[in-house]
């Protein structure tokens, strides 16, 4: 892959954090308990600051779409 495929790559599959809700179907608070409660990982923890406990937490939008539709059986 060239830098552009990875950039589009990029762009198509990975998710913040503070979109993620929008895929789950969820309010941004129950999105952050699914994953406090572990039921959603991030695909990527980022951390460049090591005076810092915050990470940015990046998901992979396959994963979030296969927890909407595992959240939408359970509701049915």
Known sequence: MDEKEIK???EENIVRSTDGHL???QSQEGFKQSVR???IKPYI???R???SNKATHLYLKE???QYS????KRNN
């Open 23 to 25: 895929i789950t179907g």
């Open 49 to 51: 600051n090591p005076d």
């Open 37 to 39: 409660r572990g039921f």
């Open 8 to 10: 589009q790559w990029i």
């Open 63 to 65: 994963d979030l779409e």
């Open 45 to 47: 923890k980022l951390n």
């Open 69 to 72: 539709t595992q959240l939408a």
